[in-house]
């Protein structure tokens, strides 16, 4: 599930992200941080939770004023995530002034920068991918909202595959390079299905079955909007 919510993300961007929640020890940022793999040329940006409201949207640079007459927009995190992804550790502990700033960029698309008095925006458009462990803190219902995906993880129960995940981890310890080659040709197939699907996107035509089967869903749910 959380393999297939990520592809959807990849190729639907207008889908709105992943939130993927779980203890620790699910490989929550390991299968985030492989997304970036399957999309080259799309920046994929880390948004740490130490970091400023300027480092997020950026800041505005007064200084050239002074010196020749133009106001310079310093880029933050989310100038830089535009047209890619930008990726959240532990969403569920950033810190609000970070959360309203970003819910406003996440909201409308666009990034608003403002200085005594002087304002410049750009484009900010990014697939949001979020993680958390859900015992060190619930999300805030605004930021949930900004989601169009959710995948809850448990730690497996099974001994046939936890055996198997110790066995491909002490693999890839041993020899790294051979583990990215055996899985190269399965690596190019999914990045070209997912340019691929991206490109078609566009052409696809909902018919009123489709579109009757989202009702029904919505509604079993129980879904607002």
């Known amino acids: 599930r959380l393999r297939q919510a990520l592809l959807l993300a990849a190729v639907d961007t207008g889908i709105g992200g992943v939130l993927i929640s779980g203890p620790r020890g699910t490989a929550k940022s390991t299968a985030a941080r492989a997304l970036a793999a399957l999309l080259p040329g799309m920046p994929f940006v880390s948004l740490p939770l130490a970091a400023s409201i300027e480092q997020l949207v950026g800041t505005l640079d007064l200084e050239n004023v002074l010196r020749d007459g133009q106001v310079r927009l310093q880029p933050g995190l989310v100038a830089r995530a535009h047209g890619g992804i930008l990726y959240v550790d532990e969403v569920n502990l950033l810190p609000d002034a970070l959360v309203d700033a970003l819910l406003d960029v996440a909201a409308s698309g666009i990034n608003r920068v403002e200085r005594d008095g002087i304002s410049q925006q750009h484009a900010a458009?990014?697939?949001?991918?979020?993680?958390?462990?859900?015992?060190?803190?619930?999300?805030?219902?605004?930021?949930?909202?900004?989601?169009?995906?959710?995948?809850?993880?448990?730690?497996?129960?099974?001994?046939?595959?936890?055996?198997?995940?110790v066995r491909t981890r002490l693999a890839f310890e041993r020899d790294p390079q051979a583990m990215l080659q055996a899985h190269a040709h399965t690596q190019a197939q999914l990045i070209e299905q997912v340019a691929a699907a991206r490109a078609a996107l566009p052409h696809i035509h909902w018919p009123d079955a489709v579109i009757e089967h989202a009702t029904q869903l919505a509604l079993a749910a129980g879904v607002d909007g």
């Open 125 to 165: 458009r990014f697939v949001l991918i979020g993680t958390m462990n859900p015992e060190e803190g619930e999300l805030r219902p605004q930021l949930l909202d900004r989601f169009g995906l959710s995948v809850a993880l448990g730690n497996p129960d099974s001994l046939a595959l936890r055996q198997n995940i």
